[in-house]
């Protein structure tokens, strides 16, 4: 038996061989009673022998249906461009695998839903892999907001930034600029999709709320190109009446910090700090009023403390760890997953929404299921 009683760790395939499979790898090191790398797929060879190799050379695929039917497999990732999640999930759930899909799931609404019927006929989950819920941090606040109204209470507002400057990790990559990134048509649109969503997913995740509608204005600088936003300011109603603004450029020539991300409720405040430049992003710190009245000026500065960003309750410092930990518990489990297709819909809706209000300048509601 393994550690949790759900018995011998699961057999999982990974179907793409690029930079973000190993950043999956790794579970498997931290986990092996939990998770084992059974095959690995990618149309190159030698990638997917590399990452075999690191795995402790789990068998080797070019054809990821071949995978599917002879691995003898339990699950699988897809950790490949974003075009081809859809359609790599679809035959996922054909072959009867739960699957867990990099973010974006998809790229499109229409894309969610054939994924959705197909998950319901064949039985099997299929989940998004935004694994910034799983960081000890968020872990932390999540339950710290829940604990009681009066340490945040409702969200009324937030501001979200997150800009790099792509160059470098486009020449580190060796595609430079014809990088699939930078295409419209193969990453789902630009810098939103590709960096913003993880911002956007938190916010729903921390706070319990979805997005009901968004303003956008951005600009297409290439070398993006094919409807791909390289930079997008966007206004964002949330379900409760919150509002929010997202800054996001992915052409900055210099940046302090990539990530921030600050929030004001009822009662308390959450702010995610840059301590030195250069740092990705910061920790977070939080405040609160108690839900009592400020009665002098001064206290409006007072009572912010770190966020622990130390794993608890049998969780690993590596938010990936614990992601595919999880899904591995639910699949063997029989349970239902974490950040399953139907709760990430709402994250992927106000994206193609912000799409659609940066084409048109107008309003664009969210859409429903």
Same mark, same amino acid.
């Given at each position: 038996?393994?550690?949790?009683?759900?018995?011998?760790?699961?057999?999982?395939? !990974?179907? =793409?061989a690029?930079?973000?499979?190993?950043?999956?790898?790794?579970?498997?090191?931290?986990?092996p009673?939990?998770v084992v790398l059974?095959?690995?797929?990618?149309? $190159?060879?030698?990638?997917?022998?590399?990452?075999?190799?690191?795995?402790?050379?789990a068998?080797? %695929?070019?054809?990821?249906?071949?995978?599917?039917?002879? &691995? =003898?497999?339990?699950?699988?990732?897809?950790?490949?461009?974003?075009?081809?999640?859809?359609?790599?999930?679809?035959?996922?759930?054909?072959?009867?695998?739960?699957?867990?899909?990099?973010?974006?799931?998809a790229?499109t609404?229409?894309?969610? @839903?054939?994924?959705?019927d197909?998950?319901?006929?064949? =039985?099997?989950?299929?989940?998004?892999?935004?694994?910034?819920?799983?960081?000890?941090?968020?872990?932390?606040?999540? @339950?710290?907001?829940?604990?009681?109204?009066?340490?945040?209470?409702?969200?009324?507002?937030?501001?979200?930034?997150?800009?790099?400057?792509?160059e =470098?990790?486009?020449y580190?990559?060796?595609?430079?600029?014809?990088? #699939?990134?930078?295409?419209g048509?193969?990453?789902?649109?630009?810098?939103?999709?590709?960096?913003?969503i993880?911002q956007?997913?938190?916010?729903?995740?921390?706070?319990?709320?979805?997005?009901?509608?968004?303003?956008?204005?951005g600009?297409?600088d290439?070398?993006?190109?094919?409807? &791909?936003?390289?930079?997008?300011?966007?206004?964002? @109603?949330?379900?409760?009446?919150?509002?929010?603004?997202?800054?996001?450029? %992915?052409?900055?020539? @210099?940046?302090p910090?990539?990530?921030?991300?600050?929030?004001?409720?009822?009662?308390?405040? !959450? !702010?995610?700090h840059?301590?030195?430049?250069?740092?990705?992003?910061?920790?977070?710190? %939080?405040?609160?009023?108690?839900?009592?009245?400020?009665?002098e #000026?001064? $206290? +409006? #500065?007072?009572g912010?403390?770190?966020?622990?960003?130390? &794993?608890?309750?049998?969780?690993?410092?590596?938010?990936?760890v614990?992601?595919?930990?999880?899904?591995?518990?639910?699949?063997?489990?029989g349970?239902?997953?974490?950040?399953?297709?139907?709760?990430?819909?709402?994250?992927i809706?106000?994206?193609?929404?912000?799409?659609?209000?940066?084409?048109?300048?107008?309003?664009?509601?969210? +859409?429903?299921?």
């Amino acid at each position: 038996m393994s550690a949790n009683g759900l018995g011998r760790p699961l057999r999982v395939g !990974i179907i =793409g061989a690029g930079v973000i499979s190993h950043a999956h790898m790794a579970a498997f090191a931290a986990r092996p009673d939990r998770v084992v790398l059974a095959a690995v797929c990618d149309p $190159q060879q030698p990638l997917a022998e590399a990452l075999a190799r690191e795995g402790r050379d789990a068998a080797v %695929y070019t054809n990821h249906r071949s995978m599917l039917a002879e &691995a =003898g497999i339990e699950a699988a990732i897809i950790a490949t461009p974003h075009f081809l999640h859809a359609p790599l999930a679809e035959d996922c759930l054909v072959a009867g695998k739960p699957v867990l899909v990099e973010k974006p799931l998809a790229c499109t609404l229409q894309e969610m @839903r054939r994924l959705r019927d197909l998950s319901a006929a064949h =039985g099997v989950a299929v989940v998004a892999g935004q694994m910034r819920r799983f960081e000890p941090e968020i872990t932390w606040l999540k @339950r710290w907001i829940a604990e009681a109204p009066e340490n945040f209470g409702e969200l009324r507002s937030f501001d979200l930034q997150s800009w790099q400057n792509l160059e =470098g990790y486009l020449y580190r990559s060796g595609a430079g600029l014809k990088h #699939w990134l930078l295409d419209g048509k193969r990453a789902g649109g630009g810098v939103v999709i590709s960096l913003a969503i993880h911002q956007l997913d938190l916010v729903r995740y921390l706070f319990d709320v979805d997005f009901e509608a968004v303003t956008a204005s951005g600009r297409f600088d290439p070398p993006f190109h094919n409807g &791909a936003e390289s930079a997008a300011s966007v206004l964002l @109603r949330m379900s409760n009446g919150a509002t929010g603004l997202l800054h996001a450029n %992915y052409l900055a020539p @210099r940046v302090p910090f990539c990530e921030a991300f600050t929030a004001y409720g009822a009662n308390g405040t !959450i !702010i995610q700090h840059v301590d030195k430049r250069g740092e990705y992003r910061g920790g977070f710190a %939080y405040a609160s009023s108690g839900g009592l009245p400020t009665t002098e #000026w001064e $206290q +409006q #500065w007072l009572g912010f403390a770190p966020v622990p960003a130390l &794993a608890f309750d049998g969780q690993d410092t590596n938010s990936f760890v614990n992601q595919l930990v999880a899904f591995a518990d639910a699949v063997q489990a029989g349970a239902a997953p974490r950040n399953s297709l139907d709760e990430n819909f709402n994250t992927i809706a106000c994206i193609e929404a912000i799409h659609e209000s940066l084409r048109s300048g107008a309003t664009v509601a969210v +859409q429903k299921n």
